[in-house]
């Protein structure tokens, strides 16, 4: 699945190609990717057709694009929120051009050109969220990420210690913080030289607001690099994949050695996914 940085590449590219575009028409060919639009397709296209689309936002793993009336952006307009799923993708095309396979719902953008949601396994979807410009009320449940202005470590750490949890378990809870997911919480707790089962309860206030610190420089590395792509099911905008993958220290790596000690990476069973660490650098104390 898209993780933040994946998210916020996609938001990126938007955000230089269609920001401030006029949609001209909705085209949903695919009803399920628009399922979470409680009063269904018609209205979807509908509330989008004519509006401009706002500079996109995002908050941990959902974007969303302010839905402007006029020139000027409103904070109480409307958005369009999208989460990208497992396979969701952005492409900017032409309008001529031929749509590709798994094509379920296709703006029409003032230029000829069409901001195109591909979504091979049907997972993400998109919806329009009434007076949710600045912060769509579906969303608003989950914690700032640790890119967010409002993001405040010190107050994260603390909630981190609070819970009666393990490591790996509460970094990948959006609802402390958004946005990090099973690749860059292994990526962190290699750096941090943690193993994933260690006990919140066990971590200092510094160590916690150190944690969520290396957490952020990840994700900015993996930003700069366009995000991780293992398939084609994340590419950019543009239909180009990110390179963060080819810098990976643990994720996907078993039995490679470690980039710190040169012990063999290991996988662990976890919540029906994978850990990966290096047992020799992050041991269970």
Not at 204 to 212: G, I, P, Q, S, V
Request: include cysteine.
């Amino acid at each position: 699945m898209p993780e933040l940085p994946e998210v916020e590449t996609v938001r990126l590219g938007l955000a230089q190609t269609v920001a401030g575009a006029r949609v001209r028409g909705v085209d949903v060919l695919d009803a399920r990717a628009v399922r979470r639009h409680a009063d269904g397709p018609a209205d979807f296209a509908d509330s989008v057709t004519g509006r401009r689309l706002g500079t996109p936002r995002r908050r941990g793993k959902y974007l969303w694009f302010p839905l402007e009336v006029g020139a000027t952006s409103d904070t109480a307009c409307d958005a369009l929120l999208c989460h990208l799923g497992m396979s969701g993708q952005f492409r900017i095309d032409d309008a001529q051009a031929p749509l590709l396979r798994h094509t379920r719902v296709v703006l029409d953008l003032d230029g000829g050109r069409q901001l195109r949601f591909i979504d091979q396994r049907l997972f993400g979807g998109m919806q329009v969220s009434r007076g949710g410009g600045e912060l769509p009320g579906e969303i608003s449940h989950i914690g700032p990420d640790p890119f967010d202005p409002a993001f405040d470590a010190a107050d994260a750490g603390r909630r981190l210690r609070a819970r009666r949890s393990t490591l790996k378990r509460a970094l990948l809870d959006q609802s402390l913080v958004s946005g990090i997911g099973n690749i860059y919480a292994d990526e962190t707790l290699w750096r941090a030289r943690r193993h994933p089962e260690t006990p919140t309860s066990r971590l200092r206030a510094a160590e916690a607001l150190a944690l969520y610190e290396t957490a952020r420089q990840v994700m900015a590395e993996a930003i700069d690099q366009g995000g991780t792509s293992f398939d084609r099911l994340y590419v950019r905008v543009n239909g180009e994949s990110g390179y963060f993958g080819r810098r990976l220290d643990v994720y996907g790596r078993e039995g490679s050695p470690c980039r710190r000690c040169g012990a063999a990476i290991l996988r662990m069973s976890f919540m029906n996914r994978s850990s990966y660490l290096c047992p020799h650098c992050q041991q269970k104390r």
